[in-house]
């Protein structure tokens, strides 16, 4: 089987520091700090509508903060978008392409070095699923062709989000093994989930820490550790 599309030289060194978000007019995130350095896993936790899928969106460039400062490698804002991949929790594939075809679309967008989407998707467990239509596919096999994209364009910070939904028990096994050797390889990992997620050294941003149902807009940080 081949092996995995590690990234080429470490990742840069993603921080926040003192983040913010509104959205809808409403304060969801406040006073966020944080670095990851190379070969770190983070693990974004809270209730939901604690803004961790805000907090991803930011980083990949996609919302602006309100306050604070994000920054990659020194830089002020976060930097180019072709050390990042973002995972959404939704799969973002168009059902009437191909798994295979979906896959060499991202590649194309993405850039750079990777596996050919058959290896890709080899390596997520569906290695027949190159040819079948994307809209055939269960959720939990659409999950590991979103996953695939990983794969198919060497990035070296991967954020993720809720990367174990409709994932079965060997798809998890095959997504922790995919993360432990991003890792090893120098690769970082930000993964905002509900789900535990067993990587060796992985800290914790916990975006509720200070209290169950507190609202962010009364000022609330978050704390790393």
């Not at 467990?125 to 596919?137: D, H, I, N, Q």
Request: aromatic share 2%.
């Amino acid at each position: 089987m081949a092996g995995p599309a590690l990234p080429p030289d470490p990742a840069p060194r993603l921080w926040a520091e003192g983040l913010a978000l509104r959205r809808g007019g409403r304060a969801i995130l406040a006073g966020v700090s944080f670095a990851l350095a190379p070969g770190d896993a983070l693990l974004v936790t809270g209730r939901n509508g604690a803004g961790k899928s805000s907090l991803l969106a930011a980083l990949a460039g996609l919302l602006r903060p309100d306050a604070g400062r994000i920054g990659l490698d020194g830089q002020d804002e976060a930097g180019p978008a072709e050390r990042l991949h973002l995972i959404a929790h939704r799969d973002a594939l168009k059902a009437a392409l191909t798994a295979g075809e979906n896959l060499a679309v991202a590649a194309a967008i993405c850039g750079g070095p990777g596996l050919a989407p058959e290896a890709a998707l080899a390596r997520l467990g569906l290695p027949g699923a190159v040819r079948l239509p994307v809209a055939y596919l269960s959720a939990g096999q659409r999950r590991r062709v979103a996953l695939a994209r990983l794969l198919v364009a060497r990035r070296p910070i991967w954020l993720l989000d809720e990367p174990t939904t409709a994932l079965d028990a060997a798809g998890q096994e095959l997504l922790l093994g995919l993360l432990a050797e991003h890792l090893a390889g120098g690769g970082s990992v930000l993964a905002a989930t509900h789900a535990p997620l067993p990587l060796p050294g992985a800290r914790e941003l916990r975006l509720d820490a200070f209290g169950p149902r507190r609202d962010v807009a009364d000022g609330l940080p978050a704390e790393v550790w």
